[in-house]
Each structure stands twice: as structure tokens, then as C-alpha cells.
């Protein structure tokens, strides 16, 4: 199993970026896939969940101004951000909800000035 994400990088109060995670070596279409971030000096945080089905559930804290998605035929899944805080700063992991809970690597995102 292999989680890829891409995407994250430095960007100004307001803006938005688009994170990747492709998807191998399981069924993707089959399983939940969620985004979790980490933080400086915090706990890991799930940020949005995304079911085989396409529903999604969303932080209270990125609910309207993130999106997650996802695109079985790339078994890859997504996550929109707009609207960055300082606050949304931290390391974002893609997680495949599977018996086993297999992680990406992670992918830094830093929202300042």
C-alpha cells in the first residue's frame, strides 16, 4: 500500500491550496479516505472524511471552506482549501480508512505572511 500526497507549500493569509494523495496497492473505491493533520506542539486533528459512497464530514474548524473529494478512476483523493488561517499550518496526512489504517508520508502546509 502506498499513500502519495502533494500539494502543500507556503501561501499567504486567504489563500487556498490543493492537496493530492494518490492511492495503490489496495481497492480504493471500497474504503472511506480521510485527511488528518498535525499541528505545530498539537495532536493529530481529522480534518474531513470522504466514504466509498461520497459522503463527507468536515472539522468544525474547515467546515465552508474545505473540500474533500476523491476520483476512484485515479484512486486518488483531494482536499480544497481556501480561506487559510495561520491556524490551518500543520502537516497534512492522507489516511486510507481500512481495518488496518495504512498513512501517507504527509505533506507540509504553512499559512503565514
Known amino acids: 500500500v502506498q499513500l502519495v500526497e502533494s500539494g502543500g507549500g507556503l501561501v499567504q493569509p486567504g489563500g487556498s491550496l490543493r492537496l493530492s494523495c494518490a492511492a495503490s496497492?489496495?481497492?480504493?473505491?471500497?474504503?472511506?479516505m480521510s485527511w488528518v493533520r498535525q499541528g505545530p506542539g498539537k495532536g493529530r486533528e481529522l480534518v474531513a472524511t470522504?466514504?466509498?459512497?461520497?459522503?463527507?464530514n468536515y472539522a468544525d474548524s474547515v467546515k465552508g471552506r474545505f473540500t474533500i473529494s476523491r476520483d476512484n478512476a485515479k484512486t486518488t483523493v483531494y482536499l480544497q482549501m481556501n480561506s487559510l488561517k495561520s491556524e490551518d499550518t500543520a502537516v497534512y496526512y492522507c489516511?486510507?480508512?481500512?481495518?488496518?489504517?495504512?498513512w501517507g508520508q504527509g505533506t507540509q502546509v504553512t499559512v503565514s505572511s
Open positions: 489516511k486510507a480508512e481500512t481495518s488496518t489504517g495504512y
Open positions: 496497492g489496495f481497492t480504493f473505491s471500497w474504503y472511506a
Open positions: 470522504i466514504t466509498s459512497g461520497g459522503g463527507t
